[in-house]
């Protein structure tokens, strides 16, 4: 969204308002956010932690539904917006009229047909740079592993590692040749070296839901 200092911002909805703090101390101290939280009860637990978290200066905390509603006229118009609905496509166009040229939408959706409703929506709107992205937690499992190094083969060995080699193998041949083609003991290959190296796997039953965050710009 781009916001910083001196931006205005809408949202909705507010939620436990954990963002709502996050927006109102990137664009403070001369910015503002307008949030909107269509429960009562959520509403009014927002209103207490922004002022507990002393940001009430820069929020503006606003108990209305704005999917029927719509969004009340922001004088001056705001930058950015964040929807976080079940139908975000039925608060765009209110939202939109609050929305500057060039500002940034951006839009929360648990499930992939709300993007597609969404994005056909802001497409419908002419707005440019839509773009979705999917917002999955993976859990690493961290463990230890036993790797083993194989033993060199001269066909491996390039340059003159492999010169090298060769000239081992035709001497080994030239001892056998004059030793009457007798069989010799082969020698033992030494010991595989091992290593213990720390390693990370993605845990494949890891437990979650997936998100979806699309963006969009307003022309």
């Known amino acids: 969204l781009a916001l910083r200092p001196g931006c205005v911002v809408i949202e909705a909805g507010t939620g436990s308002g954990s963002l709502s703090t996050a927006f109102a101390r990137a664009v403070a ?4 956010l307008h949030t909107f939280e269509f429960n009562e009860r959520r509403y009014e637990a927002a209103k207490r932690e922004f002022k507990e978290n002393h940001i009430s200066s820069v929020v503006t ?9 719509g ?14 609905l079940p139908t975000p496509w039925d608060a765009l166009e209110s939202a939109a009229k609050n929305l500057r040229s060039n500002g940034n939408f951006c839009s929360f959706s ?11 929506k802001l497409e419908e709107m002419k707005f440019k740079n839509i773009r979705t992205f999917e917002i999955l937690m993976r859990v ?3 463990g230890h592993s036993v790797f083993r190094d194989p033993p060199v083969h001269s066909h491996l060995l390039v340059g003159s590692y492999r010169d090298r080699a060769s000239s081992a193998q035709q001497k080994k041949r030239q ?3 004059e030793n009457g083609g007798k069989k010799k003991k082969l020698k033992t290959e030494p010991d ?4 213990d190296t720390l390693t990370a796997v993605p845990n494949r ?5 997936t998100g979806f965050l699309t963006f969009a710009t307003k022309c």
């Open 71 to 84: 969004f009340p006229t922001i004088e001056g118009g705001v930058d950015a917006v964040f929807l976080d």
């Open 140 to 142: 690493y499992d961290l």
């Open 110 to 120: 648990p499930c992939i047909e709300q993007v597609q409703r969404t994005c056909l």
């Open 29 to 32: 101290p001369h910015g503002h």
């Open 192 to 195: 595989v070296k091992t290593e």
């Open 175 to 177: 001892r056998k040749s």
């Open 205 to 209: 039953n890891a437990p979650g839901h």
């Open 61 to 69: 905390c606003r108990h209305r539904d704005v999917v029927h509603r």
